[in-house]
């Protein structure tokens, strides 16, 4: 069964930083490329950056490029989200989620979601 | 930039047929996946590539591609399929792109 855990949401203040991991199992990991999604309050979903069942390959939304950082670790099945110069605006939930393929691309879908983790930028 | 536009909301009455488009530019040359999102819960995939159903989706769920607009099909709907239904699409430019979500009301 695939599982993702997502962890290392909270409260933080404007222009501080947060780190996301979500630990993988039921699946083998390095073959898959994952993403962080996320949903504001209110509101619909945003996806946020991906990456490469390798980790050689990144992808970002406009809205946090420069700011966040994807990255894994294919030996502990475990993701990540560097998450720096947070702002109100990225107040939501971070769901962490495998892709159907290895690559993002054209033929890529979103086929497990893990519980979400909220982060929440407020001074 | 790419983006896909859906209807705001859908109502359907029990038993019958429910609707969602999504179009976008060239939409027709990309794969469409749907996602439906109940609340406190996390979204679920329901077609992926324009018209196929992962496992554990009951069938009453289809997709079709016709032109720039694609279309989630819900047959013989159920009060339990109430929830809010996303479609996505990859773009070379701006990568994962979501339309801006249906809510469907089963009335």
């Known amino acids: 069964e695939v599982q993702l855990v997502a962890s290392g949401g909270g409260l933080v203040k404007p222009g501080g930083y947060l780190r996301l991991s979500c630990a993988a199992s039921?699946?083998?990991?390095?073959?898959?490329?994952m993403s962080w999604v996320r949903q504001a309050p209110g509101k619909g979903l945003k996806w946020v950056s991906g990456?490469?069942?390798?980790?050689?390959?990144?992808y970002y939304a406009d809205s946090v490029k420069g700011r966040f950082t994807i990255s894994r670790d294919n030996s502990k099945n475990t993701l990540f989200l560097q998450m720096n110069s947070l702002r109100a605006e990225d107040t939501a939930v971070y769901y962490c989620?495998?892709?159907?393929?290895?690559?993002?691309?054209?033929?890529?879908?979103?086929?497990?979601w893990g519980q979400g983790t909220l982060v929440t930028v407020s001074s | 930039s790419f983006e896909l536009t859906q209807p705001p909301s859908v109502s359907v009455s029990p038993g019958q047929t429910a609707s969602i488009t999504c179009s976008g530019d060239i939409l027709g040359s990309k794969y469409a996946s749907w996602y439906r999102l109940k609340p406190r819960q996390s979204p679920v995939l329901v077609i992926y590539q324009d018209t196929k159903r992962p496992s554990g989706i009951p069938e009453r769920f289809s997709g079709s591609i016709s032109g720039n607009t694609a279309t989630l099909t819900i047959s013989g709907t159920q009060a339990m399929d109430e929830a809010d239904y996303y479609c996505q699409a990859w773009d070379s430019s701006t990568a994962v792109v979501f339309g801006g979500g249906t809510k469907v009301t089963v009335l």
């Open positions: 989620v495998k892709v159907g393929t290895i690559q993002l691309g054209e033929l890529s879908f979103f086929d497990y």
């Open positions: 990456i490469s069942g390798s980790g050689g390959t990144t």
């Open positions: 039921g699946f083998t990991f390095s073959s898959y490329a």
